[in-house]
């Protein structure tokens, strides 16, 4: 069901890259929210990628951009402002990659070529494209930015290697990035931390099933699924959030709340996969 929460607003968003992305659901939900938007991802995404079909579906159009390039964020807000006549109303930030998780470097063995592309791809992208809309004055009065992160920014969890660090980065940048343009423009900065979701990023990360499924017996509401944080998103971009900027969101049906749930402390008592820490695989 529709409610035209986003009747009039215009927006870009970064990251769709197939109908797993959740940045694929956002789009759609935004669109039947009523908003117009810009697709954005890198060359190479787009060549991967089937962001044609949505383009279609939404009517939007699609513009080239690496999101750690100075002068692609430029031009892309430039062309965007272009093709949807004016300001934007709101962003998605849906941008993640790790090197060394594709590489299946452990975390105490990484390589830090790898962990700085990280950082830049997976947060200091949010910083680069924040401080260019701010200096272009792209975003519209109380307009809404959103990211999405992940509760591995304050919890360890294996497996998620430098991701973790990115993400803990990114949510900080939300929130100094949050005071300066709320202070100055009423824009404000949220960051989602998801449940973990089935996307072809979340895949490449080893044992990832396994954390889909301790996550989902964990939480008292079950794992929060791709359409369900879209439409949260969008919440977030309309005018019923307006005084919600700086804030680290959990959407994981209670996770980050849990210590001990019932059915894990059961399947605890059954038995151990791992009795000693030296049966744990190291990169884990």
Known sequence: MAYNLLKGKKGIIFGALNDKSIAWKVALKAHEEGAQFVLTNTPVALRMGELNELGKACNAPIIPADATSFEDIERLFKDS????????????????MSPNVRKGLSYDDINYSYFQKTLDISAVSLHKILQVARKMDAINTWGSVVALSYVAAQRTLYGYNDMADAKALLESIARSFGYIYGRDKKVRVNTISQSPTLTTAGSGIRGFDNIVDFSDRTSPLGNANADECADYCITLFSDLTRKVTMQNLFHDG?????????????????????DKDDEIPKEW
């Open 81 to 96: 402002m272009e093709a949807l006549g004016g300001k934007v109303d709101f962003i998605l930030h849906s941008i993640g």
């Open 254 to 274: 209670g996770f980050s709340s849990m210590g001990m749930s019932y059915r894990a402390m059961s399947q605890y008592n059954k038995s151990f996969d791992c």
